[in-house]
């Protein structure tokens, strides 16, 4: 049986939409009001980087027509895209500390390398679970014997 | 000759009415240009996709960052 497209929805995606969320919440809400911690203030939003402009920049690609697919996102897409956030943050910025006033932190990578496989693992489940459906879904109206109880 | 598809590089054995059996992209048998002989893209092509992708991926942290510096990240 041929598998169902996989459509990735880019920046519709829930998860993406999710991770925009909690950014805005934890930034305007949460934090200011005291409501937040150290690690959040310090990794939270390196934890939500890829999730959340992963499907941006693939969009971008999709548009372009460099990605030629509209399936979730690869280990090698979620690979690539952390190792140019960690060189650009990590690596480049912190060395024009007059003009981007940031500082290289190690743990920074690692949230970044977090927050991009546990969106590659659920992106990836998520679908799985709809093939699931789908597959049992198409038997049932194709054979509703299967499913009778014996 | 094996034949692979253009665009999911699923092989073309399988192929019904000259149509991937994957991914549906039509093929001509008979034209080299609509099919390819191993089932990944060309060196070139993989290059140039890898620089344009970092390039785009580098301009949006770099997008990211700008928004760092108005102070308006919270970062």
Redesign the interface.
Known sequence: M??PTRQFRYVLDPLCLTAAVVYLA??WWL?PAGWSNEWA?AYL?DVL?LPL?LP??LL??RW?R?R??DGPPTLWEVL??WL??AV??ELV?PRFPS????NADAWDVVAYLAGGLLAWTWWQCGWRARWRRHTISTVAASEPSAFRSV | MKRYCKRCYASLANAVNERCAKCSRAFDAEDAKTYLTRPFPPLREIVTNFVVITIVGAMVAFVVALHQITGASGH
């Open positions: 041929q598998q934890h930034r934090a203030r939003n980087c402009f941006v920049i971008l690609l372009t460099v030629k697919h690539h895209h140019i956030f650009v943050y910025l003009v981007w006033h940031t």
